[in-house]
């Protein structure tokens, strides 16, 4: 799921001047198949993962939404270790977000 998360915000808001909700990543996730069980409070790790690992900053939140910013731009990259392609901010450390990799970028 992180890895998904991560491609959705390359795609769609990859500036960090625009601001993007936990919400929209969600639409877009269910429109592109997420399992229909899933829901919102499901999505809370992954969020607070990418807030951790340093990717984006919550900047408001209202109940179960919540407004985020890219610290900075994200770039591609493909892990040559797991051959995934993945989406790293300029400042995170490189190495590959996919949980069974880990390599470095």
Known sequence: M???I????????????LRFTNDE???????????????????????T???DEGL???IAQNFTTKWFKLF???EKHNC?????D???GKLEPRVCPNSQCKAPI
């Open 49 to 51: 993962a990418l807030h």
């Open 56 to 58: 984006i900053r919550q």
């Open 25 to 47: 990543i969600f639409d877009v996730l269910k429109e592109n198949g997420l399992d229909s069980s899933t829901t919102i409070d499901d999505m809370e790790p992954y969020f």
């Open 6 to 17: 991560r491609k959705v915000i390359f795609e769609k808001f990859n500036d960090p001047n």
């Open 2 to 4: 992180p890895l998904q």
């Open 72 to 74: 900075d731009v994200m």
């Open 80 to 84: 040559k270790s797991c051959g995934q």
């Open 86 to 88: 993945v989406y790293l």
